[in-house]
């Protein structure tokens, strides 16, 4: 796709491609770049739809891993690292594209591994809670960041991709992405068998493959799929957001991966 809004975050050593997961953007590698780049080149990009990429007309996994691989084009043999979303579209493009040197896939375990699909009616509330299609002014989208981050840990990293997370819609105000149509589907496709993740397609990387998962959020049915994979499988205790409760921990894991 044209027009993706790629950002280098420097480093010196092998190249290494960051994926963000849904509803995020390149800004929630902000805290573990880095601590990468002191041993790769290390560039990260807005996925479709995210950030400051623009939204297309149509939602879809093969689309997604098209551009995994149109970026990672651009790279020399690069690792990918893809969390949650990121994470499958980093797994399914090393089953079908050469020339990467690994992945590591943090938490990129398909819902429908636990559990059957979410209901229409439990994804538009999730997108409800987290306020898809919400406009406003600059000084009324600063309130909310500042809302949404009180009291974390993580308050900077949150802010920063809540901030990404909008563009100007042309009336002097602020629109929310991704677009609640789209946001919805990929929810949909991602959360469901439709994203093509299957224990065959992990094994079928032609690169090394390393899978991080949460103690927290990975659970269920999941774990005892994850049992049967036939690459590496290491276990963190930390929530969803791995690089984010972790970062030493994740970024030592992938060194000594690469």
């Avoid at 805290?31 to 149509?58: C, I, K, N, W």
């Avoid at 949404?148 to 002097?172: K, P, T, Y």
């Amino acid at each position: 796709m044209s027009g993706l809004a790629v950002h280098d975050f420097g480093g010196a050593g092998p190249d290494l491609l960051l994926l963000h997961g849904g509803g995020d953007n390149l800004e929630t590698w902000r805290g573990l770049a880095p601590l990468l780049a002191e041993g790769f080149h290390v560039v990260a990009y807005d996925a479709r739809g995210h950030g400051q990429s623009p939204t297309p007309a149509r939602a879809s996994v093969e689309d997604m891993v098209e551009d995994v691989h149109a970026v990672a084009a651009r790279l020399d043999r690069p690792v990918l690292v893809g969390h949650s979303m990121g994470g499958v579209n980093a797994l399914l493009a090393a089953g079908r594209f050469n020339g990467l040197a690994g992945v590591v896939a943090l938490d990129a375990v398909p819902r429908w591994w636990s559990r059957p699909s979410l209901t229409d009616e439990e994804l538009v509330e999730i997108g409800r809670s987290r306020g898809l299609g919400w406009s406003g002014t600059a000084e009324e989208l600063e309130l909310q960041a500042s809302v949404l981050a009180r009291g974390s840990e993580h308050a900077a990293l949150i802010r920063a991709v809540f901030r990404r997370n909008h563009e100007q819609n042309g009336e002097g105000t602020f629109r929310r992405k991704p677009d609640p149509k789209y946001a919805l589907t990929l929810a949909r496709i991602y959360m469901g068998p439709e994203s093509g993740l299957t224990k065959e397609r992990i094994e079928a990387a032609e690169c090394p493959v390393l899978l991080l998962c949460s103690e927290g959020w990975v659970t269920g049915e999941a774990r005892n799929t994850l049992a049967e994979v036939g690459v590496a499988v290491e276990w963190l205790d930390t929530g969803h957001y791995l690089h984010w409760d972790a970062p030493d921990e994740v970024a030592r894991r992938m060194r000594e991966f690469a």
